[in-house]
């Protein structure tokens, strides 16, 4: 999932235990309360550009949108193979502000959306991956009666590169699949097998101007390409245990575990680690300059930043 807005402000200090962070030999303890907003069964964030907020909720189908000062404004989408309708969503990605992705999971698809939520094509996911470049399944565009063909794989996490390529993880293969901008072409990354790269249990990505980042729960680790999928480096391998999801902050990326945070510079050096106290685990976090963004199955929670 991608996360280049942070135009976050200082407003709440919510959620339902405490949070201890631990930055060289300093420490802090925020105390919080109250969450946002509860949902069935929440699973990433996504925030736009202009600070709105996206939660899928995969039991109810649907898709949460909230304003940046955490005010729900509406509900997207609902059970169901139409175009607008989902079946166990896991990821939005809003992050250009012009599309909004949806990684519609057990549809085998991914949904694609204008910011007003006008239905633009869906993007069959495919879970057989092929060698190299392949054509890709043809999209199914607005003006057809239903969806001819459901695909077989089920992406769970998508993200956009700047250029408007995208990226999806297909937990069927256990690889991740980029289409370019023309969604003419597809290539398939981290093929099981490959050497170095390889992916096993690929669970979130990021994309950044010129990387990409995926979470693997297998490896616990972050296994980093450029965006033609060439290997570039394995970042912290084997200690990041139960990895959920990777996000961008201010300063590098953001790794989220059940009730770990930990925070690396461009570098890969770790630059910060935060410890999480809730009743439910993590299953998404979102840092800014200015207050924390955090997201369990149940909860949705800001704290600020002191």
Request: hydrophobic residues 40%; glycine residues 8%; charged residues 25%.
């Amino acid at each position: 999932m991608s996360r280049f807005n942070f135009r976050f402000y200082a407003l709440f200090a919510f959620s339902i235990g405490s949070i201890s962070t631990c930055l060289g030999q300093s420490s802090d303890t925020l105390f919080v309360e109250t969450p946002v907003f509860e949902f069935t069964r929440a699973s990433h964030l996504g925030i736009s550009p202009d600070g709105l907020i996206y939660v899928p909720d995969r039991d109810r189908s649907v898709v949460h949108v909230f304003s940046e000062d955490g005010q729900h404004l509406r509900r997207l989408g609902g059970p169901g193979l139409s175009e607008g309708q989902f079946d166990d969503p896991r990821d939005v990605d809003p992050a250009l502000g012009l599309v909004i992705n949806v990684a519609d999971t057990e549809n085998g698809r991914v949904q694609r959306f204008t910011k007003e939520f006008r239905f633009i094509e869906s993007l069959p996911v495919s879970s057989n991956p092929a060698e190299g470049a392949d054509e890709t399944d043809p999209s199914f565009r607005t003006g057809e009666a239903q969806f001819k063909v459901l695909a077989d794989g089920r992406p769970i996490a998508v993200s956009s590169s700047p250029a408007d390529d995208l990226y999806v993880v297909s937990a069927q293969a256990n690889v991740v699949i980029r289409w370019d901008r023309e969604r003419r072409n597809k290539w398939w990354i981290g093929r099981p097998g490959q050497g170095p790269g390889s992916l096993v249990e690929p669970v979130d990505l990021l994309v950044t101007e010129d990387l990409l980042y995926v979470a693997d729960l297998d490896c616990a680790c972050v296994i980093i390409y450029d965006l033609f999928g060439t290997y570039v480096r394995t970042l912290s391998e084997g200690l990041l245990t139960e990895i959920r999801s990777v996000t961008r902050t201010p300063n590098g990326i953001l790794t989220v575990m059940p009730h770990r945070l930990v925070e690396f510079d461009s570098t890969g050096t770790r630059i910060e680690e935060t410890y999480v106290q809730t009743i439910d685990s993590l299953v998404d976090a979102v840092k800014s300059s200015s207050r924390w963004i955090l997201l369990t199955e149940r909860s949705l929670y800001f704290v600020q930043i002191h």
